[in-house]
């Protein structure tokens, strides 16, 4: 434990976030989570899926149709039982935990998901936010989906909003503010590889790799 580190990466929609996750985590050699996360509070509470995919990075007043209230049928026997009711927040809760199992066991990157504050004790974590231009974002949200400039623009307008709404709420901190981070870099600048060299370089001498 002694030895363990976490990287979390908060991120602008379109700013390659994940991408410099995930090569980060095969430099550093250690593991990688993003949407993994789904399917392992999803295992370890025998909730269904669909419904932590639907709470994904949402606070409860965002969630469409409302998740509170609503009650939650496990995978194991398919029903829904009577006393299964729960609240996206309780759902916030049970990712949490695995987050915090995740942590406590080995050296892990997350993406997203207030890793950083569900994780504020951790004694070796460093928090990042990746942000990009906006015509870097639109381009790449173009190409990767396939979809029009005012398209792009909109997504990454709606997808921000909801991550913002959901990290202030939960974590109290303001998203995407420095303050919130070890370190704010904006990866249009060096580009995606060299955004990579460059936080590489500052975890290995922030932890004294």
């Keep these: 434990m002694e030895d363990n580190f976490v990287i979390n990466i908060g991120r602008q929609l379109g700013s390659g976030g994940k991408e410099i996750g995930e090569q980060l985590a095969e430099r550093l050699g250690i593991a990688f989570y993003d949407k993994e ?37 496990f995978i194991n026997d398919g029903a829904i039982p009577s006393m299964s009711c729960l609240s996206n927040d309780a759902l916030f809760k049970i990712q949490s935990d695995v987050i915090r199992r995740l942590a406590s066991e080995k050296s892990c990157l997350f993406v997203g998901r207030c890793a950083d504050y569900i994780l504020r004790s951790h004694p070796r974590s460093l928090n ?26 909109e997504m990454m307008t709606r997808v921000d909003k909801r991550r913002a709404e959901y990290y202030n709420y939960y974590t109290y901190k303001t998203w995407g503010a420095a303050a919130s981070y070890h370190l704010c870099i904006d990866s249009s600048v060096l580009g995606i590889a060299g955004t990579v060299d460059f936080i590489e370089k500052f975890i290995k001498q922030r932890l004294q790799k």
């Design 128 to 153: 990042i936010f990746i942000s990009s231009s906006h015509e870097e974002r639109v381009a790449r949200l173009s190409k990767l989906h396939g979809i029009s400039v005012h398209e792009a623009e």
């Design 37 to 73: 996360l789904i399917n392992l509070a999803s295992e370890e509470s025998g909730l269904c899926r669909e419904f932590f995919e639907r709470a994904d990075e949402q606070t409860s007043q965002n969630i469409i149709g409302g998740l509170f209230g609503m009650r939650f049928p």
